[in-house]
């Protein structure tokens, strides 16, 4: 199916940070194979000057979720340091809207929606569908995905530049499923009109 993204839809890439990659202390398998993808998106978004928006996870060092402090996670993108900045192989456009989030030590926050501006960013910039992509697909992918289904946007995930944790083998799989059930679409980058 062709889609042509035209006025009223962002793209949202979620949290591509060096700890979420190959090196980094939460390291995604395979995150980095995404880059390429990502970026030939980023073009096709900017070429039509489109919005794009870039998330972070973007926590104090001692986050209630790390596990030094009894939580599920080792230490990572703790705010300001190098493990929180993007991958230096990201073409962002210099109009990215970034969106920080879970900066509070006693909250995390897997969607985007949570506990930021995201949502009243999308509706000033009178966005309806939202373009997701990148990691992790189980986590902050998917909850992203699913708040902004509630919050009543289409969402499309870009099926060919996600990557899971996989904390539990088969989670990114089951995710993508059920994000489908949940009503989002998925799309492949050669299917842009
Ligand atoms: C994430 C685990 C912990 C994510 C963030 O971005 O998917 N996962 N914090
Ligand atoms: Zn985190």
């Known amino acids: 199916m062709k889609i042509a993204p035209a006025a009223g839809d962002a793209l949202i890439v979620v949290d591509m940070q060096n700890d979420f990659l190959p090196g980094g202390s939460l390291a995604v398998a395979g995150g980095n194979d995404i880059i390429p993808q990502l970026n030939r998106y980023l073009a096709y978004f900017a070429a039509h000057r489109l919005p794009v928006v870039a ?30 900045a993007f991958h230096s192989g990201l073409e962002l456009p210099i109009t990215t809207h970034i969106v920080s989030k879970a900066t509070a030590r006693e909250n995390d926050a897997y969607s985007a929606f949570s506990g ?52 539990q083998s088969g989670g990114g799989q089951r995710a993508l499923q059920e994000m489908v059930y949940l009503g989002a679409q998925f799309i492949h980058y050669e299917e842009l009109a």
């Open 116 to 167: 930021t501006q995201l949502d009243e960013l999308l509706q000033a910039l009178h966005i309806r569908r939202v373009f997701v992509g990148d990691i992790a697909t189980e986590y902050c992918v998917f909850n992203t995905v699913k708040d902004a289904l509630r919050l009543r946007y289409a969402a499309f995930v870009l099926e060919d530049a996600v990557r899971a944790i996989e904390r």
């Open 55 to 84: 998330t972070r996870d973007w926590h104090p060092p001692d986050h209630y979720s790390f596990q030094p402090q009894g939580g599920p996670w080792p230490p990572h993108c703790i705010a300001g340091s190098d493990g929180a």
